[in-house]
C-alpha cells in the first residue's frame, strides 16, 4: 500500500489554519502582510457599508486572530520553541518587541526538529512513500 506524505507548503491556505508545522521567515512575512492586508479591506469594506461602530466588523476578528497565532505558533516552531512563548506578549512593551524581533528576524534550526522538517530544505510537492 502507497502512503501519500505532503511536504512542504503546498497548499498556503492550509498554512494559515493549521498551527502544526514549521514556517520559514519568508512565508511569515508574506502571509502576514497579507492576512493584515486583508484585513484592512475587509474592515473597511464593512465600515463603509454598514456604518462605523458596526458589530458586524466584529465577524472578522476571530479568523485574523486565528491566522495571526497559526502563523506564529508555526514559526516558534521553526526556531525550535514551544507556542507557550508567545505568553511573552503579555510583558507590557517588552514582550511584544521580543516576539517581533524573534519571530520576524531570528533564522530557524538548521535541519529537522521536533516539529518537523526545515521548511527551507523540504521538497515543496507531493512525496509517494
Avoid: E
Avoid at 463603509?48 to 485574523?64: D, K, N
Amino acid at each position: 500500500m502507497q502512503h501519500l506524505q505532503r511536504r512542504g507548503n503546498l497548499n498556503i491556505l492550509l498554512g494559515m489554519i493549521s498551527p502544526q508545522g514549521r514556517m520559514d521567515r519568508l512565508k511569515f512575512w508574506l502571509i502576514g502582510a497579507v492576512a493584515a492586508s486583508s484585513f484592512f479591506v475587509l474592515f473597511s469594506f464593512i465600515k463603509g457599508f454598514f456604518g462605523a461602530g458596526s458589530p458586524v466588523s466584529f465577524i472578522i476578528y476571530p479568523p485574523y486572530i486565528w491566522t495571526v497565532f497559526v502563523i506564529c505558533a508555526r514559526r516558534y516552531h521553526d526556531i525550535g520553541k514551544s507556542v507557550w512563548s508567545l505568553l511573552l506578549l503579555l510583558i507590557p512593551l517588552i514582550g511584544p518587541i521580543w516576539v517581533s524581533i524573534t519571530l520576524g528576524f531570528r533564522t530557524g534550526t538548521d535541519g529537522d526538529n521536533q516539529y518537523g522538517p526545515d521548511p527551507k530544505t523540504s521538497p515543496d510537492y507531493l512525496v509517494v512513500n
